[in-house]
């Protein structure tokens, strides 16, 4: 049993969520990973099963705990004991691989999405199970838990009482604009007291980040560490915000945060469902997740008031935008291909685009360079979540395309992943894909068809399944072409704009092999 601790006094502190996460998308794969042990109670026993699956689910990873085909909770436990046997205890969970797992779900503890306690059950919102279920997207998700969102909880000792989101918000209401370095500031806001925020960035310049840390540590006493107090922390809440949709970031020579004027009436009717919770209840766990509960009605029909049919001129919109962002990011082929390989590395290619989650980036850039290869012929219409310039903001609800090129007559496909790992690969990117790409009745209009699956490496099993699938569907009498591409081979024949001859070779291909190996 973890020793219960002596509680300390509250005292005012900065704005924070867990920084081991620092990318809000990984949430729904934590979530999807975790859910099989909905319900059971978060002993010992049961905890390893769940560390152990995160490392199986590739979520978590460590050279300590090396993961192949073979690999499964039982033959991996050992390492995942030994490689966390360090950790301190933390949020009730003793030290170790228990404490392990109040990483991962701290966050998610505090926005209301689980309730996850030691030695208990562990319970997930109804809005975590919509989003795991492909019901609601990580924006909508995000969007309704930071509506319940209070700084004072029974996961955070602190004296600040108030809603983080709702008061940033406000201030964009009331501003243009705040720069990054002001952003930091309202991190430390004691009371979420908007009059008083904007009467201190406009007393002070905070031109530069040791500006900034010297008016903190002068006014609100705080002793972290530079790099804590200006990156560590605002980094992670600023990335939770993008993905709400509540604001979009502009590069200006520094980094600026604008309200996302798209999405005004979506924000304004969310802020109208009024949430309040009593002390006991910001003080108990289980009092605070049943409270955060009642309003997932009121919240949730406010998403689906606010759900527009995506129609075709959106592809034409979106080819606009694209030419806009282009131009005003002084983009070409040549720094668009270089930020595509630089992703998952230190490298920013382009540092504006910093704050778009990983996964999102490689449907970004591919999007960018489709758009210059293709725009003039075609639509081009990406179907993540983007603010009103066009960046991205998440990726749209499930059962949906990644990346959708048309014309008249035309239907081109084109599914993304950053993921490597073969059996994720061949469990979550085949038959889905697949699945979305011949049962969506929208595109039976079209007379040539045609699929493009893209991953940073193509597992043989993974290129076994499409061929199969070539070959079945062939059958069938489907009229469609596809291949499965590596990133470097999908660059490749982009940009010398081949892509549907290269389609309709390789699927001929498979069919001839077919032909040959059965006669």
């Known amino acids: 049993m973890a020793e219960k601790k002596i509680k300390r006094q509250a005292t005012y502190k900065q ?25 059971k109670v978060l002993n010992d026993e049961m905890l390893l099963q769940v560390v152990s699956s995160l490392y199986l689910n590739g979520i978590v990873s460590s050279e300590g705990v090396q993961i192949d085909e073979n690999s499964t909770i039982k033959n991996i436990s050992e390492a995942v004991i030994k490689i966390n ?13 228990q404490s392990r797992f109040w990483t991962y779900v701290r966050t998610l503890s505090e926005m209301g999405f689980v309730l996850a306690q030691y030695q208990q059950p562990l319970k997930f919102s109804e809005i975590a199970i919509k989003l795991i279920n492909n019901e609601i997207d990580e924006q909508e998700a995000f969007s309704i838990q930071a509506m319940k969102y209070n700084r004072r909880s029974p996961y955070r ?28 500031v309202s991190t430390f806001s004691n009371a979420g007291n908007v009059k008083e925020f ?44 993008i993905i709400t949709g509540f604001v979009s970031i502009q590069f200006r020579g520094k980094v ?38 009642r309003y997932n009605n009121q919240l949730l029909e406010v998403i689906y008031q606010h759900r527009k049919e995506v129609e075709e001129k959106d592809g034409v919109e979106y080819t606009q935008k694209a030419s806009k962002i282009i131009k005003m990011y002084d983009l070409d082929e040549k720094k668009i291909v270089e930020s595509i390989y630089s992703i998952g590395t230190t490298k920013n290619i382009i540092p504006e685009f910093k704050y ?25 219409r990406p179907n993540y979540k983007a603010d009103y310039i066009g960046l991205p903001i998440s990726h749209a609800q499930g059962n949906t395309g990644d990346i959708e090129v048309y014309s008249k007559k035309l239907y081109w496909l084109i599914e993304v992943t950053l993921i490597r790992n073969k059996t994720q690969q ?28 893209v991953a940073p490496i193509i597992h043989q099993d993974t290129k076994e399944f499409y061929d199969y699938s070539i070959v079945r569907h062939k059958i069938k009498d489907q009229r469609f072409n596809l291949k499965p591409y590596s990133i470097p081979e999908f660059i490749d024949v982009t940009l010398t704009s081949e892509n549907f001859k290269d389609m309709e070779s390789y699927t001929n291909q498979v069919v001839e092999e077919f032909r040959s190996n059965l006669s």
Do not use: C, W
């Open 15 to 39: 704005m924070a969520f867990e920084t081991a996460v620092r990318n809000p998308e990984r949430y729904k794969g934590i979530l999807t990973a975790i859910s099989p042990y909905i319900n």
């Open 85 to 97: 046997s360090t950790r301190r205890a933390d949020g009730g969970f003793p030290q170790g691989y």
């Open 157 to 184: 000792n602190v004296s600040n009482d108030f809603n983080y989101f709702k008061f940033i918000l406000e201030v964009l209401k009331q501003r243009k604009r705040i720069s990054y370095e002001q952003f930091i």
């Open 198 to 241: 904007l009467k201190i960035i406009d007393e002070n310049s905070f031109g530069e980040p040791a500006e900034v840390e010297n008016f903190l540590r002068t006014n609100y006493k705080t002793n972290l560490k530079s790099q804590t107090i200006l990156r560590d922390y605002p980094d992670v809440v600023l990335r939770l915000l």
């Open 256 to 293: 600026f945060i604008y309200r996302n004027i798209a999405n005004d009436e979506y924000i304004n009717d969310l802020l109208s469902v009024n949430i309040e919770l009593t002390d006991e209840e910001k003080e108990n766990p289980s009092l605070h997740f049943k409270k955060l509960e």
């Open 356 to 380: 778009i989650a990983e996964p999102l980036k490689l449907e970004f850039y591919l999007s960018l360079i489709l758009a210059l290869k293709y725009g003039k012929k075609f639509a081009i």
């Open 426 to 453: 061949l469990n979550s990117e085949t038959t889905s894909v697949i699945r979305h790409f011949l049962e969506d009745n929208k595109i039976n209009k079209y007379l040539s068809k045609y699929l493009s699956f």
